[in-house]
């Protein structure tokens, strides 16, 4: 099928429809593929308890980020208006955590959200502009209205024949084989 | 049940008739369908109307920054503020475009969380909006300062260190202002190019020429719709939108403290933030409607945004104005119930006063237009809802005219008062915003999906795996 350089990255399978793919997706768990992944052009309600996925720990980013901002704002504003240059305004006080917190407050907001979306990025390892699968014609598709399933080569239980009749009876797919350069 | 086994299971019981919702995308259009149109906007030849459209706005905002340029190199004498009013049009337009942000952030991150399926439809061009907004809104704080470099750079507004070693006086609530619309103004980026990581890979994966092939590719950051990354993508999102909705409360709640936290009268009073807040959505969805009904029709997008969501935007701003009516009574009364005479006199100076027409202005398209929307015949008349949410922005910035000017124009004392007038140049930056709002959303329409592509095909029923349009078997 290939060159003998090229290194098999795995197989892909292509569905028509989300229950097509939601049922491969539970069969690929139960068979105990670890290295696979569902593509689709929209993020399908239930698929995560489909594929067996742990909760995302994104939250994590978030809390550390906000914790980040709030700690920041109360001490830059005590630094600023208390310690390094007292600022004496209309005879109140040089620092309370009364008027510190609307500033402290938005830097929660701002560093939480920074949290979050890096932290989305580093989980997804994201970016990445180099991937297999955009050498296919077909994923492209995965953007507008096919579903597809790839179990990688890297699969301890993966075998090419094994696999691909897997996916083609058990969950009557359309399959393609992958290559890495 | 007849149908037997393992399908069966997932068989939901079907809902009575008279509950069954209306599809958020009309005639059944399938996945595809939905691709094709909307990319389709951004990948086809604008339509003519878009130059012309394009030369006027870029016209506009070039005579702003002309206008910038002439404000910064004579000062600020050039616009018509003055002793006793020292705001006037700056800060009325700084707190319009403001106010317009934010019913962008509440269909993105309020309905959101109150999962309000309709928002797919309106979130993408409503975020935008935000976002083109907060950039307008943003000239005019910085620019009333005059020679701005001083202002930013040694840490009157943002903190650095300066030659004075002063830093910023964190007790004004000015302060607290730049925190909230720099952080506003940088959430809201973030939040929408989120949502738009999916559909730029959509449209990575749709073009054929070369720049926009590299360009979709790099901002979309190789983005490949996997379900690991859909799962965090998606926990981000929500976190977003859990983040934002505070935000956008408290944004407008510190605009609304640059006036309560003084002492004049007409300001101070402790209303302000929720009527503040609640005068922003209403600003917002008024542009919002302005914006997208015309766009609707004429990029042929009526099947995803129907009249069923211009109809649900127009119960927002008919709740919203209502609790902007309200406000205004309640000001009053309390005006009266108070007991402080300097107060009661504002508000009757605003009423009966020099600039009493900017009153009953501000009265007439804010509390009377909104209430037309209790019938469903005008709700769902697209060219009346245009023209009402046109009053509407009308109105919403006469009442921050009002707010500002006529609270200012009359101190204690009449030895300080006098009569504001503005100037040309006060008048053509301010209509030159519109310029560079404009020329953001027309590159906008050009360059980026006017709409959530992946979020709208997630709401439709072929994308539910039990739905018999999402291919569930054993469904009659």
Redesign the interface.
Known sequence: MSSNRSKPHGLLAEFHTAADIFEAAMRCRDAGFTQWDVYTPFPIHGMDEAMGLRKSPVGWFTFCGGFTGFFTGMTMIWYMNKFDYPLVVGGKPLFTPLYAFPVSYEMTILLSAFGTLFGMFFLNQLPKFYNPLFKNERFKKSTDDRFFICIEATDPKFGTDATRTFLTEKCHAAVVELVED | MASPGKSAAVKAPEPPAELVREPLVLNNR???WI?NAIAGVCEKPMPIWWWPAFIVSVGGMLTMFSLIAYLVSTGVGVWGLNHPAAWAWDITNFVFWIGIGHAGTLISAVLFLLRQKWRTSVNRAAEAMTIFAVACAGIFPVFHTGRVWFALLPGYLF?APNAN?????????L??DV??VS?YG??SL??WY?GLI?DL??L???SKGLLRKFFY??FS????????????????YL??AG??T??VL?VHS?VS?DFAVSVVPGWHTTIFPPYFVAGAIFSGFGMVLTLLIPLRSLFKLEDVITLRHVELMCKVLLATGSIVGYAYGMEFFIAWYGGSPYELYAFKNRAFGPYWWSYWAMISCNVISPHFFWFKKLRTSVVFVWIVSIFVNIGMWFERFVIIVTSLHRDYLPSSWGYFTPSWVDVMTFVGSFGLFMTLFLLFIRFLPVIA???V??VTP?????HPL????GHH
Do not use: C, M
């Open positions: 399938s996945l595809g691709t903190p070693a002063i830093w910023p006086q964190f007790r004004s609530p302060l607290w925190f909230a952080t940088t959430v973030l939040f989120v999916p890979a959509t990575r994966d749709r590719g790099l950051l190789g983005w490949t719709g996997s379900n690991r990354h859909w799962s965090n993508y998606e926990k981000a976190l977003l983040l934002s505070p935000l408290s510190i403290f592509i992946s979020e095909k997630g072929q994308a539910d795996p039990h999402g291919g569930a078997k």
